[in-house]
């Protein structure tokens, strides 16, 4: 970590910092130009909170040298982690097809629709049993009711299953669950990752609003910190200026996080645009930029299921994604 | 809500869309133009999941009429809110001045910290207990500790206290706290919303790090819903693309939330830049911009708590900022 | 379009704004509910001022149904526009590749490129003579002379030139030019666009850095409304708040463009995120999702071209892209 | 300058960027620690390309520690700079009020609003004779009559004159203006801002449509390379993903702006929210952070002029915003 004191610094100002920083366990390698004192911090950064550094008045800029994550950071770890759940695995050169409808609502919309999710080449089933929901009027997801009706359709078609938990008091609720999912809105409820990082079991930890890639992986290092390695991110579109979409997918992301960190990083393009006509073609993209895995809405019977139909895509386009991401695995190095 | 119909639609799903409008217990009023047929939705359209509707094929756009809000919107509560926390009061034109430090560390620190800017005219006191921090490396706060040395200085200096919860399971050591605070990374932790709705206890709601201010609102209804309508907005900077500043400080929004809602509006000068030395014009501005009250984080001693020092203000820097903002409230129609 | 009225509104100021719709020459069609009275407009609101009607105190919304643009509206033009360069193509299921350096710096050097990516498969030249720098103090193009430097790689290798034009005085040295470029910071350079437009010249029109759609379809109209019709847009990342890359890249807008405009539409992965290391996947990428053409920096002697070497990759890399560019073509229905 | 090495550059690759930036001009200080190379670049940086160093592939973070910008910086021109307008002045303690209508239209209109709004207190007159519309079919302004129509004004009141210059081309017919607009989206048309550096003549530049506040003052140091240092910073809004504004006005930049650079910052609180309602706070909260004037929108006939009318405000209310200015503008130390 490099700090650069400004200018009209003190001496005393620079010597109260420097006392500080060393009272952190850091060594100073101080170096002192023309115009400039610039202060080289040699330890383990990872624990200083650079925001408090920035704010400070004698302190021109800070830089950091080595990431704050240690634990999701390919430096430590240069393997891919790879993501064992059930016969299936995500990560390490196996891409994962994660498909299934928004909410979960009765036992033959899951059951039918993860058979039809399975037949058109899905690996694992996904669904809504508790939604966050923007308007405390929407409807908030079957709950524990639908946990149960997942673990049917799991019975059903061998499919494991990926659900969202919300609140620290489900946790026992979950137990029969695969992946857990954490939400964009709960990407920094840090009591939320603390708890699913006491568990053993696969996490799915979707990208925040407006989360920088930093602070994602810093998401992750929540949960690793507290002994659970097990996690797979999920980019699902940031926010921007742009109102065309829903938000802005960020495929570049992709590449990035290949190189920081060892986890795999799957993508959701159904929540990215908010338009399923761009499911497919965004689809391909995110393979092609190689990403370990999507994880799409797909509903059934879109006569009479207005609720997810619309934002959801059917089985059959899923089937046309699937024949679609099969043709280019391979030129990405990739396999099913 | 307005619904325009594209082009190419086919009359069945038309036909459909217009089924299922219905069965949300909604009229349609449809006018058919040259060449759009445009869907005009009456009845309390407060339920409907305007992404849904958006997120539909054969949609082009959907517009609100009807706020999605209800108990916060001043449509049908003209009047200001004024939430009274012990002797004092924010809204309805009296203004507020919290200050504190960001973490409570010893009985010496937060009784001192109290008691000084009790002295420089603060008539509540800010001080985390529970600190939410973006590495599981970081100091965390003293917890449970915290609260009860923030108790210590209320006894010493009658200031009422606000301090941010974090976990539902913490509620019950708040009893004596006077004002929760739910931070910018909860605000759409919703399952947190609905229990602090339960409560009968002034709730402080900072805006998300990236919240619109419908968002911002449709929490706030999340905890109204529940039965508890007292509520305190606190603007504290959006994520932008500036690099200079941590956040974007967005004062336009307090007119605007004065035109949207009842429920009074502060601002956080402190966190939005995190730059000490903006706190004292930004604490002006948003006086003049007609802010019901500040929180600003003050420490008492730079020399040795450089933890929460550098971000923070001395309280003779408080000082001043009080005599400005005393100045300033006559112009805009407030009294301290 | 589509007025909402706000429900305090005078019948006096109602019936103002109804004649200054008319006199734009527009119907209006009133419908009056329970507590809202909504205008729709008929007729063509193309030229229709938004953001005024949106400003307007009695207004609470304004929707358009409309496209403001019509030349680069598919809807009355739903063929692909197809843009001839020479003996190549853009659009219409003909795939471009556009590669060269970022400046033209000598004939050698722009030579030596030009061969080496004729040989790797590129269609075309790109290279920058006048060069849009931040800075007053950075190497700002060799200018006019740069010019002849590309038409003698054109010469000597029988690619068409694209490179970019920022000043209306120098339109005259452009006449053997094959591609004008329009750069990102002059999207909305109306002066120079409405210029642009009188050519009889392909131009590609870079988004603007924090555009719209909208306004990147209304930039190509500006050009359009002058009589000329060969516009490729081209998409090379928008400002967020991700401080990871440059800019992060929008490759949605690709199906979504390919809806709202017949206009063929490329991608620039090199200036997007900053980093060479990104171009190859998110070229990758930006096939899979639709475009219609890459526009790729790549330099010859990366040991002595640090000026373009290290954004830019080199001929043996850019040859890898072109085999997997190749490979995704098949699968989404175009041609090299 | 501070480069950061990654962890496995080659020895080869550092060799080779030591000798780039030893070419440029700069000496090197370099420090090896355990696991990182850093290079600390000394001399006048201010010529070097951070985006290209970046871009390198063995660099790892580049850090600015001298700021690209010489004439404007504050550090090397500790006094405000003052520029005289005609009787009056911007900067340096005195606070500037220039109002006008958005559009000039009539010399009726032109003349009587200005007589207007110099009654109301207004020091400057601005005016739109040429117009930046996003729509090529939006009212393009008067042009070089509209130029006639303000110096027709200005001898009817006294007021100098602000307004908008486009195009190189149209210099010479902006003689007798006082003081030239260049507009958000002309803030990086580079070849307009080296024109109007070769003037001797007060430049508005206002702030681009998402410019940084490092890249706004790259724009004012391109005027004066050139050798006009009479300039006017004028903050308008920033784009944001908020959509309840038209932008967010970002009034911290202000405090910052001053401490960066000696050169006088106003506001433009009318075209930031889009909403005339919000003219009036934004206007005395920019005045309380600091502001060294504003620049509204004022029109004279709300009756019969839609055209700039609805987003304007009337003489009255302007007279009523500079009542409140003339209080806030003691308690921050400026006079009118």
């Known amino acids: 970590m490099i700090i650069v004191i400004r200018n009209d610094a003190k001496q005393q100002d620079i010597d109260q910092l420097k006392s500080y920083v060393q009272s952190q366990g850091l060594r100073i390698h101080e170096s002192e130009g023309a115009s400039t004192t610039i202060l080289g911090l040699v330890g383990d950064t990872s624990k200083v909170d650079i925001d408090l550094l920035r704010s400070i008045n004698i302190v021109e800029t800070v830089t950091r040298v080595q990431e704050p994550y240690k634990n999701a950071n390919r430096k430590f770890h240069p393997q891919d982690s790879v993501i064992k759940v059930g016969d299936t695995q995500i990560g390490g050169g196996a891409f994962s097809l994660i498909a299934g409808p928004c909410s979960v609502e009765t036992p033959e ?17 996904r669904g809504g049993a508790f939604k966050p929901r923007t308007s405390p009027y929407s409807f ?55 708890e699913v990082g006491k568990l053993h079991k696969p996490v799915l930890l979707k990208r925040g609003l407006s989360a920088t890639i930093e602070e994602w992986l810093m998401s992750a290092e929540y949960i690793m910190s507290e002994g659970n390695e097990q996690i797979v991110l999920c980019e699902r579109g940031i926010r921007t200026y742009e109102p065309a979409t829903r938000n802005t997918l960020d495929l570049s992301c992709i590449p990035l996080l290949h190189e920081k960190t060892h986890l795999p990083v799957i993508v959701d393009p159904s929540h990215a645009s908010g338009l399923s006509r761009l499911v497919a073609p965004m689809s391909l993209a995110a393979t092609a930029a190689g990403a370990d895995g999507l994880i799409i809405e797909v509903h059934n019977d879109p006569q009479h299921a207005w609720c997810d139909g619309p934002q959801a895509i059917t089985p059959e386009q899923f089937e046309g994604i699937v024949d679609g991401v099969k043709k280019i695995l391979p030129i990405v190095g990739k396999r099913l």
Chains 1, 2, 3, 4 share one sequence.
């Open 140 to 194: 908030q997801g079957l709950g524990v009711e639908g946990l149960k009706l997942l673990l049917i359709a799991k019975k059903e078609t061998g499919l494991p299953i990926v659900t969202e938990l919300m609140d620290t008091r489900d946790i026992p609720a979950f137990e029969d669950v695969d992946v857990i999912q954490i939400g964009a809105r709960n990407m920094q409820n840090f009591t939320l990752l603390k």
């Open 109 to 125: 919309q899951i059951v039918g629709i993860a058979k039809a999710v399975k037949k058109a080449g899905a690996t694992m089933l």
